[in-house]
């Protein structure tokens, strides 16, 4: 059983303090990050073949009472492949994708999804909320509908037309909010608060990082319970990144790994607060307008910042940012050399991994891991290809013509 024993508490001047009370730490919620603490060991790493049940596989290290689980919809247990076509394209031998496209919703948010929606089964709560710029709103949206809930998710007026479909489609109450995603952050939270709803917000409720540290556990038993060199992700409010680091700081905690990989984050040129902030050398993340494709990390105001700052400074990684041009030519290199759909946000590590190779972040030898968090399926505006199909009439003989015409039969 996963019993937290304690709690970091990190306030916005970028304080922290232990809490033993975990239920007093919880309180703090709304005006400071929680991260949860167990009694760490060997015994709470699973050990044997990887099995079909995904992130449950982790169970104690998450924070779950005894008791089957009730969330009906498989989560985690993405795999970790070495496309040999991607590494010859970007001139890294080490090169490994953990694809997360490959969850209910196809994005890692799945696995937070999972985990709040399995709290909220537990605990009775009828309607979970959250805001979103797309992905975690489907992945609500969904989830809540396997689990028999209320989802009501806040989105800014400019959310992707097709996540919108998505959610509706699932039955979610979607508010648009006129003030874009800040303000619908804003709102969602007080919502919360106000009706007693089970709140699902990204880097406020701690089981997010929780269920996102998952694929840390995953990575380094898919490399034969060793850790790479470096992971690379991208960072929009910073959970995803958050969680990776707890997962690895609490695989050395247990006493199974020796170290942690330097973690690389990876932003838009049009919006990056958090480099800006890594390249300052500060301690506070300042906002900024978001202005670039990937919504997924059109984040201008990121929650977990500092701390995402924090946990790459002590990981001895970096942040990258990449232009929209780099994301739409990442995003065709993992569909032709790894056969990995990804949306502009989700191809945004590997993009950001051809720069960090460029600057020496990266050595061309070292085994890194890229993050690819969400599919194109529920972006397909960015499908743009310049080939054309061979249009033939039903012969052979013509078919073999057009083909040799291409240089291939």
């Not at 608060?193 to 701690?206: I, L, Q």
Request: hydrophobic share 45%.
């Amino acid at each position: 059983m996963g019993t937290p024993v304690a709690a970091t508490v990190t306030f916005e001047d970028g304080t922290s303090r232990c809490v033993d009370d975990v239920a007093q730490a919880l309180a703090l919620g709304d005006v400071a990050r929680v991260e949860l603490l167990y009694e760490y060991g060997p015994d709470l790493v699973p050990r044997g073949p990887l099995d079909p049940i995904g992130m449950w596989r982790y169970r104690d290290l998450l924070p779950l009472d005894p008791g089957p689980i009730a969330y009906p919809l498989p989560v985690g247990g993405t795999p970790l492949i070495a496309p040999p076509g991607l590494r010859r394209a970007s001139g890294c031998d080490g090169l490994w994708v953990k694809d997360e496209t490959r969850g209910p919703t196809g994005s890692n948010k799945d696995r937070a999804t999972a985990l709040v929606l399995e709290q909220a089964l537990r605990q009775g709560h009828e309607t979970v909320s959250c805001a979103s710029t797309g992905n975690v709103a489907v992945s609500l949206a969904v989830g809540a509908a396997a689990a028999g809930k209320r989802a009501v998710i806040f989105v800014p007026a400019e959310v992707d037309d097709t996540k919108l479909a998505f959610m509706l489609f699932a039955g979610a109450t979607v508010v648009k909010v006129r003030q874009g995603y800040a303000a619908a952050f804003r709102l969602s939270r007080e919502a919360a608060r106000a009706f007693g709803w089970c709140d699902r917000n990204t880097g406020v409720n701690p089981l997010t990082v929780e269920a996102k540290k998952t694929v840390a556990l995953e990575i380094w038993e898919q490399l034969g319970r060793t850790v790479p060199d470096a992971v690379v992700a991208p960072v929009g409010d910073g959970p995803t990144l958050c969680g990776l680091a707890k997962g690895f700081r609490e695989l050395v905690a247990c006493g199974v790994a020796e170290r942690m990989p330097r973690l690389i984050g990876v932003q838009a040129e049009g919006c990056q607060p958090i480099k800006r902030a890594w390249e300052a050398h500060a301690s506070r993340v300042e906002p900024v307008q978001p202005a670039t494709i990937a919504d997924g990390i059109a984040v201008g105001d990121p929650i977990s910042g500092a701390l995402a700052l924090r946990d790459v400074r002590q990981s001895g990684g970096g942040f990258i940012a990449v232009s929209d041009a780099e994301l739409l030519k990442a995003m065709r290199e993992l569909a032709a050399w790894a056969g990995v759909l990804a949306e502009p946000a989700g191809a945004a590590a590997y993009a950001g991994l051809l720069r960090a190779l460029e600057c020496g972040l990266v050595g061309r030898q070292e085994r890194v891991v890229i993050l690819v968090t969400g599919t194109l399926l529920k972006t397909p505006r960015f499908a743009r290809s310049d080939g054309r199909p061979l249009e033939i009439d039903a012969d052979l003989g013509e078919l073999e013509r057009a083909l040799a015409g291409l240089g291939t039969s």
